[in-house]
C-alpha cells in the first residue's frame, strides 16, 4: 500500500549504456530520440524488472495486488531529464538570430510581461518551440548489414538512430511511495536493448516544498513539464485545461495560452500492442488561471501533487508554477559565452545558419581581410563591401549580409587572425544545427 498523503522519490538513473528512447516510428534509415526517458519508460522499465523478480501478474501470482499498486494505481511516474538540461517555455519570445551581443539573453516571457522586437538588434520576437536544451547533447549511431557472400554492405540497409550517451545521469521524480521503489534497481530503458539500454536505478525520499504563490490579485502561471493530455466535457481532444474537469470551482482559464500540439505514441509491452496516438499539448505550455488567493493555493497544491489531464501515471500532466518571468541565465553554456567575445563572434556567425558552401566562402572573406590587413595596416569599409558582393555572398539574405557586415567590420587583426582559425576548424556537426535554427 502506498504511504498517506502525498510522498515524492527522487530519482537518479545513470546509463551504463546508450538510451536509444525512440520518437514513434519513420519511413526512413533515421530514427530520432526523445532527449529524455519519458516517464512512461520509466514505468515500463521498471515493470519489467517486476515480471522478471516476480512473475507476470495474474490469478496464480499472490503478489499481483502489488504489481497493480505499482504500475495501475495513483503512483505517478515523472520524466527523467538529463542533469544541466533546461527547457524553454512556449511563452517566452526571442531574438531568432541573435545577432548582436545582447541579442541571447533578450527574452519577453508573455506570461507576465509584454514586448514584440528585440532591443539589441530591432527585429520581431519569435516564439519558442518548448525546446529541451542538453548539455552534451544527442549521440548518433549508423549501422548497416553485411552481405556474407561478398563482405561489402548490403545496398539499401543503411540504419541510424539517436541515442543519450553512456555515462548520462537523469534525475526526476516518482510521486507515490513503495518499499519496492526504495530498493536499487537495474532496468533497461528504450529500444535497441541487445546493444544498449541498461542503467542503474536509485531512489531517496524528498520533501516537497510548498508552491511558490503568485502575488495578491496576479493569475496563478502553469507551465507543463511533460506533455499532456487533455480532453473536453465531450472526450474530444484540447490543448488547453478544460476547467470543469482539470481546475477547480472558483478557478478561470484566461484566455491567451501558450500551447503547441504534438502526437505521442507508444507500445504497451504486458499486450504487445501499440498504444493509442494521443494528441498532447508540448511540454512547455504555460497558462494562466485567475481566483482567490485560497482557490489558486489549493489548486497550486493540487496540481503539483497529482498532476493534471489523463494518463498522468505514465508520465503525463507534470506541472510546474511560475511566479516570475523565465530567463536564459540557467544555461551555463550561454553565460561562458557571453564572457569571451572570441567565442561571442564565432557564436554569432553560427547563428546566421550558412550552409557549407557559404561556410567555405565565409573562410576565404577571412583570410583575404587578413591579407588586406597585413597589406595596408587596415580593411576599408569599401573593401568588406566588396567581398560582400562576391557571387556566394550576392546569394545570401539580404539579414545575412547585414549581420556579416556587422560581424566583420573593424576587427582588430589579432581579431580576425583568431576567429579565421575557429572558423576553418569548426566541424560540419556543429554547424548544423544551427542552420537548421536560422532555416525554422
Known sequence: MTAPGPSVLAVTVVARQRLALGVGSEIGYYTASHPYVPGSALRGALAAVWITEHGPPGRDNPKTGEFRTLFDGTIRYGNLLPAGSHRTPLSVFQCKYSPEPTCPQTVVDRAFETGDHCPGCGQRLEQSRGNLDLPGGLTRITRTSIDPATGRAKDGELYANAALPAG??????????????????????GGRRTVGGQADLTTTPHQSAAPALPAPGQPLVIRLASPAVFVDLAGRPRLAPEPTLDLAPGATLLPGTWTRAITWSGWHAASRLPKPAELCAAAGSTYRITGTPDVLAALAARLLRDGIGLRRSEGF?????????????????KESIATDPLSDLHERLLGLGLDDAAWRWLIGVLRALQVEHHRTGTVPASVLAELLTQP??????????????????????????????LVLTTPAADRRPAARRAAR
Request: glycine content about 10%; cysteine-free.
Open 392 to 421: 556566394t555572398g550576392a546569394d545570401l539574405s539580404g539579414r545575412q549580409r547585414e549581420h556579416l557586415r556587422k560581424i566583420l567590420d573593424g576587427l582588430a587583426p589579432a581579431t580576425v587572425r583568431d576567429l579565421s582559425t
Open 168 to 189: 548520462t545521469t537523469l534525475t526526476g521524480v516518482i510521486h507515490g511511495h513503495h518499499p519496492w521503489l526504495a530498493q536499487p534497481h537495474t532496468l533497461w530503458l
Open 317 to 333: 500532466g507534470d506541472v510546474t508554477i511560475a511566479t516570475q518571468p523565465w530567463r536564459p541565465s540557467a544555461a551555463g553554456k
